[in-house]
C-alpha cells in the first residue's frame, strides 16, 4: 500500500501533519514515538524578533469550534534555531517550518538564518495570520502573495508552501498567485476572522478585539475551499480546517488535497494525527485502495 | 515516558452539597504521579462537539483511586455530573506545575480557598498531614450551598476556619474576615491558595504586607493544557505564562490578579 505522497522534490511518507501553532513547539507531553510516525509536523510559527503575544483572553470556546488571538508568541527566529530546533530535530520526522516576517526584509532575513540550518524539510510562509494587526494580510493581496513568493523562492532551496487565508473574496486567485510566484505548494485554510461579545460587559470575549475562528465548525467551508483551488492549481494542496477524524481527513483528500493538517483538533485529542493517519490506512484496506492517489482529488460530479 | 492520555472508568459520582461534586475514578498510574496542586483535562463529551474543549479539574484527592471534585457551572460540568459508575472518560495527566513544597522551618501551613478553589488542597494536606506542621484551611464561599462538612481535611488534622458571604456557616463576610487566624510571622508561616481572582489578590496583598511566602494555583479558560496553544496566559512578574504548563501553581506574588 503506497500512502507517500510528493511536494516539491520531497517524499512524505503519508499525508498526514499538523498545523501550526497547534502543535507548539513539539512540547514535553507529546508522545514522540507516535509523532514520528507523521508525514511531517509543523511547529508554532517563527517570526523575525521575539514577540511575546496579545493580551489575555487570549480563546474562546464557540460551537464545534474556538475562537483564537495567541498573536505568534514565539522566541524569534535566533531563538527557535538556539532553543527548539535542536530538539525538534531529535524527533526524526520531516520538519515543515512556519515563519512569518512582518515586512519583506524580515521573511528574507528569516530564510535566510534557515538556508544556514540542516534538518529542514520545507518553509510554510504564514501569509495570513489575522491577529497581528495587519490591514491587509500578504495572503489577501494577489500581487504581493506574487511578489514575496518569488523572492523567497529566488533566495532558498527548501521547497515554498503558501500558507493562505479565507478571508477573501476568492481564494483560488490567491492560490493561483502563490503558484505564479513558484510556490511548491499551498496549504489552506487559515483561521475565519470571528468575534464573539460578552452581553453582560458589551465587550468582545476576545483581548486582541477580534480572533481567528477555527475547529470543525468551519470545516465545510475549508473542504469546498481547498476543493476549489485544487481545480484551479497544479502544486499540491495541504488541506486542513477542523479535522478531528479520517473521515473528515479523507473529504479533504477527495477534495483535492495532497497532505491533510489536524489543527485544532490536537487541543481536544493530542492523539488526532495519529488517529487520523491510522483511519486512512483502516478505509484504504477496507476498500482496497493499494494507492492514495487513487483518493486524492476523486470527488466526483 | 508514561502515556499522559489514557481512558478512565467511573468509579463514583455524587453531590457533596446543592453546589458541590465529587468524581472518583479507577486511574492507578495517575494516582501514583500526581502531586498537589496538578490537574488533569477530562473530554466530557467524547462522541460528539459539545462543548468542544475538554475541561480541566485539580486533582482532590490521590490515594487508590483519583478523586477530582467540582461545580457544575457549565455544559461541561454538567455533561460530567451526568457519568455513571462505570463510565469510561478520557482524560490528560497529570499536567501542570505542583506546588512547591513549604520551607522546611515552616511552622504554620495556611490554606486559603474560595468556592471551588479548595479542590487542590485536599490532597496538598493528606501530603502535609505527616509532617508536623500546624494546617489551617481558611474557606470562604457564598453562602450555606457553597459549603460542605469538609471532613477529611478535619481528618488530616486541619483546622478549618468558614465564611459565608451572607454570614449563613460561620464568619459572615469575605476570607479577609479571617486573616486574624494566620500567624504573621515570615519565617514561620507559608501560604497556599486557589479561588477567584479578587480573593487571591486579597490574599496576595495580604502576604506581601506581613512578608510571608506562599504560592497560588490559577485558573484560566483551556484548549489543549499542553502548552501548546499558549491560550491559557495569564500576566505575571515575568511577561506572559501559560496556567497550563508553567502553572497552575505559580509564586503568590509572582502572579498579576486582575
Sequence with gaps: MNISVKIGNVTFKNPVTVASGTFGHAERFY??????????????????LPQVGNPPVRIFETPSGMINAIGIENPGIDGFIESKLPALKKIGVPLIISILGHNEEQFVSIIEKLNAQTGITAVELNLSCPNLKHKVLVAQDPVATTQLVKKIKSLTKLPIIAKLSPNVTDIAEIAQAAEAGGADAVSLVNTFTAMAIDIKTRKSRIGNFTGGLSGPAIRPIAVYMVQRV?????????????????????????????????????????????????GIEDFMK??????????IGSLKK | MEKIQNKYKVLGNEKLSPKY????????????????????????????????????????????????????????????????KGDMLDVLGPLGVPFVMPPADAKQIVMIAGGIGIAPMLILSD????????????????????????????????????????????????????????EKDPGKTFIY????????????????????????????IMACALGACLGCSIETKHGFKTVCYDGPAFDLDEVKFH
Design chain 1, 31 to 48: 508522545d514522540l514515538e507516535e509523532v514520528k510516525r507523521l508525514g511531517a509536523i509543523v511547529p508554532k510559527t517563527v517570526t523575525f
Design chain 2, 21 to 84: 461534586w465529587r468524581m472518583t475514578f479507577d486511574a492507578p498510574e495517575l494516582a501514583a504521579q500526581v502531586k498537589p496542586g496538578q490537574f488533569v483535562h477530562i473530554r466530557t463529551d467524547e462522541d460528539g462537539l459539545q462543548p468542544f474543549f475538554r475541561r480541566p479539574f485539580s486533582v482532590y484527592r490521590a490515594r487508590k483511586y483519583v478523586e477530582i471534585f467540582y461545580d457544575v457551572v457549565g455544559p461541561g460540568t454538567k455533561l460530567l455530573s451526568l457519568k455513571k
Design chain 2, 127 to 182: 501530603i502535609l498531614k505527616n509532617k508536623k506542621y500546624n494546617l489551617v484551611l481558611i474557606f470562604g464561599g457564598r453562602d450555606r450551598g457553597h459549603v460542605y462538612p469538609m471532613q477529611e481535611f478535619k481528618e488530616n488534622g486541619v483546622k478549618v476556619h468558614i465564611a459565608t458571604d451572607d454570614g449563613s456557616v460561620g464568619a459572615k463576610g469575605r476570607v479577609s474576615v479571617l486573616f486574624d487566624k494566620i
Design chain 2, 193 to 220: 491558595t486557589c479561588g477567584p481572582n479578587p480573593m487571591m489578590k486579597a490574599v496576595q496583598d495580604f502576604a506581601a504586607q506581613h512578608k510571608i511566602a506562599g504560592q497560588a494555583a490559577c485558573e484560566e
Design chain 1, 286 to 295: 477496507e476498500n482496497k485502495i493499494s494507492d492514495i492517489n487513487e483518493i
Design chain 1, 230 to 278: 485544487a481545480q484551479h492549481v497544479k502544486v499540491p494542496v495541504i488541506g486542513m480546517g477542523g479535522i478531528m477524524t479520517a473521515s473528515d481527513a479523507l473529504e479533504f483528500l477527495i477534495a483535492g488535497a495532497t497532505m491533510v493538517a489536524v489543527g485544532t483538533g490536537n487541543f481536544i485529542n493530542p492523539r488526532a494525527p495519529v488517529d487520523v493517519l491510522e
